[in-house]
């Protein structure tokens, strides 16, 4: 499949949405760089999980992250993290898809921005799902692992999406590492849950972000990203400490805490 890009500067053009909208993007050359790119195949997948239940939206997630580590992440690294690469591919080819699927892009243009060509970092589901499905399938493990380290990313998309935030912790290593951790010490549920009766911190606090903004704020002292899971471990029970009584990691009773995924 072929997919030409667009040229720079298409987030600005006030006709943009409209001629989506009218199918007349595709039909207009001054949208298109010189620049054409071929991939194998691409089939659809879920690109927004901002809507539905929990459930609803782990499934969205998990179908994602397989068809994206079967056709996508395949490809050179430097396009399946190109913001204009699917930006020109949700735009070309996914149209149909997209209106069926997410038809609130046609109610107006913040929800086409926000669902079609929101800037590709950590707030965007696709780059999530890439980043994902590169960091899971790269480990080379057996497909059983594989479903594990998945599901972990499922059970915890919270801290994931946190951990992705901070460039430093941005590998694939750390990622797995923290979540086996989590895995190991039962504290998925506190990890994701709001912090209470703390007015001097930020609304919607979590306890693990505050885990994630504690080891980065070590760092450079404490190279997190570098230390072996047992040392990691200990550095995110002292991390977690400043903020709940671990004790009841050791004791097994951790309390069920409200979560949601966002």
């Known amino acids: 499949m072929e997919i030409n890009l667009l040229?720079?500067?298409y987030k600005g053009n006030d006709q943009f949405y409209q001629d989506f909208l009218d199918d007349?993007?595709?039909s207009n050359e001054d949208y298109f760089s010189n620049e054409i790119v071929t991939i194998p195949d691409a089939p659809d997948f879920p690109i927004y999980m901002g809507r539905g239940n929990e459930e609803e939206k782990k499934q969205a997630f998990q179908k994602a992250f397989e068809i994206i580590a079967a056709h996508y992440i395949n490809t050179d690294r430097e396009l399946h993290l190109d913001e204009r690469f699917w930006h020109s591919l949700l735009v070309t080819k996914?149209?149909?898809f997209i209106l069926d699927n997410y038809p609130v892009v046609t109610t107006g243009r913040r929800?086409?921005?926000n669902i079609v060509i929101k800037k590709?970092?950590?707030e965007n589901y696709i780059y999530k799902c890439v980043l994902?499905?590169?960091y899971i399938e790269d480990i080379g493990t057996s497909d059983e692992e594989k479903k594990h380290y998945y599901k972990l990313v499922l059970d915890n998309l919270d801290i994931f999406n946190y951990i992705i935030k901070y460039a430093i912790f941005r590998n694939g290593e750390f990622l797995l590492k923290i979540l086996t951790i989590i895995d190991e010490l039962q504290i998925s549920s506190i990890m994701k849950a709001n912090i209470k009766d703390r007015p001097d911190l930020g609304k919607d606090e979590r306890y693990g972000r505050r885990v994630i903004f504690e080891l980065n704020k070590k760092y450079p002292v404490v190279l997190s990203p570098l230390l072996d899971i047992e040392k990691l471990k200990d550095e995110v029970i002292s991390a977690l400490s400043m903020y709940y009584d671990v004790s009841a990691i050791k004791d097994h009773t951790i309390p069920e805490l409200e979560v949601g995924i966002k």
């Open 120 to 122: 590709f970092d950590w």
């Open 94 to 96: 996914k149209r149909e």
């Open 111 to 113: 929800q086409f921005e």
């Open 24 to 26: 007349k993007i595709n």
């Open 7 to 9: 040229k720079v500067g």
């Open 132 to 134: 994902a499905a590169e």
